[in-house]
C-alpha cells in the first residue's frame, strides 16, 4: 500500500474565539489516528498529514470529524483533499491567481460537485466585479475587496445555494501553502 498526502480543511474553528482547537493538539488527534508526517498551517483549520490507510477522502473525513467531536466536545465538519486534487485545483483557476493578492482569490471548497443550475436565480451581473466559477468540487471566488466585504461571496453562502453540502472557503495565498505541502 502506498503512502498518499491529504490536506484535511475544517471548517468554522477558531474564529472569534469559538470552537477553539489548538494546532498543537490537531496535530497529536491526527498522530493519534495513525496519520504521519503531520503539520498544520496558520490556525484556521489547515492540517497536512500522510497515511497509508487506504481510505477514500470522505472516510478520512469523517472519522476525523469522529475524533474532534469526541476530543474537543463540538461538531466540526471536515473535508479532505488530496494533494493531486489540490493541485489541479491551483492549475485549473480560472482568474490569473499570480496577478491577485491573494484575499482577492478564493478557493470554496465543497462535499460534493457544484451544480451550475444553483447559480440560475443569482444575477451575476449585479456583483461585478465580483466573479465566481464553479470548478471540480470547487467555486473559485474572485472579490477584489475580499471576502469580508463581498457580496458576492455572502450571496453564495445563502443556504438555499449551499443546501446538502459542506463548504469550507480559503484564500489564494493558503490554496498554494496546501499545494506546496502536499507535493
Same mark, same amino acid.
Given at each position: 500500500?502506498?503512502?498518499?498526502?491529504?490536506?484535511?480543511?475544517?471548517?468554522?474553528?477558531?474564529?472569534? %474565539?469559538?470552537?477553539?482547537?489548538?494546532?498543537?493538539?490537531?496535530?497529536?488527534?491526527?498522530?493519534?489516528?495513525?496519520? %504521519? /508526517?503531520?503539520?498544520?498551517?496558520?490556525?484556521?483549520?489547515? +492540517?497536512?498529514?500522510?497515511?497509508?490507510?487506504? !481510505?477514500? =477522502?470522505? *472516510?478520512?473525513?469523517?472519522?476525523? @470529524?469522529? /475524533?474532534?467531536?469526541?476530543?474537543?466536545?463540538? +461538531?466540526?465538519?471536515?473535508?479532505?483533499?488530496? %494533494? !493531486?486534487?489540490?493541485?489541479?485545483?491551483?492549475? +485549473?483557476?480560472?482568474?490569473?491567481? *499570480?496577478?491577485?493578492?491573494?484575499?482577492?482569490?478564493?478557493?470554496?471548497?465543497?462535499? *460534493?460537485?457544484? !451544480? @451550475?443550475?444553483?447559480? /440560475?436565480?443569482?444575477?451575476?451581473?449585479?456583483?461585478?466585479?465580483?466573479?465566481?466559477?464553479?470548478? !471540480?468540487?470547487?467555486?473559485?471566488?474572485?472579490?477584489? =475587496?475580499?471576502?469580508?466585504?463581498? +457580496?458576492?461571496?455572502?450571496?453564495?453562502?445563502?443556504?438555499?445555494?449551499?443546501?446538502?453540502?459542506?463548504?469550507?472557503?480559503?484564500?489564494?495565498?493558503?490554496?498554494?501553502?496546501?499545494?506546496?505541502?502536499?507535493?
Amino acid at each position: 500500500m502506498t503512502t498518499k498526502t491529504y490536506a484535511a480543511l475544517l471548517r468554522g474553528i477558531n474564529v472569534s %474565539g469559538h470552537r477553539k482547537v489548538p494546532m498543537a493538539e490537531l496535530r497529536a488527534l491526527l498522530e493519534g489516528l495513525g496519520h %504521519g /508526517a503531520v503539520r498544520t498551517h496558520l490556525n484556521s483549520g489547515n +492540517a497536512v498529514f500522510t497515511t497509508r490507510s487506504g !481510505d477514500c =477522502e470522505d *472516510a478520512l473525513a469523517r472519522t476525523l @470529524e469522529a /475524533a474532534v467531536e469526541k476530543h474537543f466536545g463540538f +461538531a466540526v465538519d471536515c473535508l479532505v483533499r488530496g %494533494g !493531486d486534487y489540490l493541485r489541479a485545483v491551483a492549475e +485549473a483557476c480560472p482568474f490569473p491567481a *499570480a496577478e491577485l493578492e491573494g484575499r482577492q482569490l478564493h478557493a470554496n471548497f465543497s462535499s *460534493a460537485p457544484y !451544480d @451550475e443550475a444553483r447559480f /440560475a436565480a443569482l444575477d451575476r451581473s449585479a456583483y461585478l466585479p465580483e466573479e465566481f466559477r464553479v470548478g !471540480d468540487r470547487v467555486l473559485y471566488l474572485y472579490a477584489p =475587496e475580499g471576502l469580508g466585504r463581498s +457580496a458576492l461571496g455572502e450571496a453564495l453562502s445563502r443556504p438555499a445555494l449551499t443546501k446538502g453540502m459542506t463548504i469550507t472557503s480559503r484564500n489564494w495565498n493558503t490554496v498554494a501553502k496546501l499545494v506546496e505541502l502536499t507535493a
